[in-house]
């Protein structure tokens, strides 16, 4: 069973976060990172806000570390474990942009970059940051498809409704040949999207017995990745049976990969709970 971690420590999502994460600072969250690296997970994850209205934090939290900052810290700490942003929303960029500073984390991490990507639902951040909000959903597909054919070139060229360009040079780029792109959304399109322009779904806020459904009706291709989350904060080392139920019942539903956050009183008993939950799966696979 493949298992990635939602770190903890980089958002402050009312309700889903620790107490001691409010304190806590990147020695705390590198710490994790080691630790995961060691034991084989597959990623961790970093979500992406530039700023959040103060009435819309009490309900989605205001605190979210930069993907780019965090992740170029954390691959220095590490081997092997991959990073995958979760997400970043395109209409907030330039896929060059990306293409460049993204791809430079991937030389720099020697290629364990995973692009998570989203359409993005907070207008007013779209406003704030003279991003256009309607038609977002066209602009990204547009910028999907752009990365797709750039992030790993030198002089990559595309031509689309909202993105043209050739004749540039991206140095560095991505060493990947293939970076792999994992799409973020909770609806129908949004897995049509991630199946026409990626290499993966990511969904959010949806119950497993719905993206079950939406995963068997779909025609996925060979290699897809269906990354699931296992649901609220698990307790290896405490109720073993209950996460072992709750990676069952992702796997059951078709998830590919599961992403897990787990609860703790400090950055040493995650990295014990982080321990637990390794072996585990171990025992599941």
């Not at 970093?46 to 954390?74: I, K, M, N």
Request: hydrophobic share 45%; glycine share 10%.
């Amino acid at each position: 069973m493949r298992l990635g971690i939602n770190s903890p420590v980089v958002t402050a999502v009312p309700g889903a976060h620790s107490p001691w994460e409010r304190t806590a600072g990147i020695e705390e969250l590198a710490a994790i990172a080691e630790a995961a690296d060691r034991l084989g997970f597959h990623h961790l994850t970093c979500s992406e806000h530039v700023a959040v209205p103060a009435d819309v934090a009490e309900q989605r939290g205001g605190t979210y570390w930069d993907p780019l900052a965090t992740f170029g810290h954390l691959s220095a700490r590490t081997r092997r474990i991959r990073f995958a942003t979760q997400v970043l929303v395109l209409g907030y960029h330039h896929p060059l942009a990306l293409a460049k500073r993204y791809g430079t984390l991937d030389r720099i991490s020697g290629g364990r970059l995973v692009l998570g990507l989203g359409v993005g639902s907070l207008q007013e951040e779209f406003e704030l940051l003279g991003a256009a909000f309607e038609g977002r959903g066209a602009i990204a597909d547009d910028a999907i498809a752009a990365l797709r054919v750039s992030l790993s070139r030198r002089e990559p060229a595309y031509h689309g409704e909202h993105f043209d360009y050739e004749g540039f040079v991206v140095e560095p780029h991505a060493v990947q040949d293939r970076v792999p792109l994992w799409i973020g959304g909770r609806t129908p399109r949004s897995l049509r999207r991630a199946v026409t322009h990626g290499d993966g779904w990511v969904p959010f806020g949806l119950p497993l017995d719905r993206l079950g459904e939406m995963v068997g009706a779909a025609d996925l291709p060979e290699g897809f990745e269906v990354v699931l989350s296992a649901g609220r904060p698990l307790d290896p080392s405490g109720d073993a049976s209950r996460t072992s139920a709750a990676l069952q019942r992702a796997a059951e539903a078709g998830a590919t990969l599961v992403s897990v956050s787990l609860t703790a009183e400090s950055a040493d008993h995650y990295i014990e709970q982080a321990e637990a939950l390794a072996a585990l799966a171990a025992a599941l696979s």
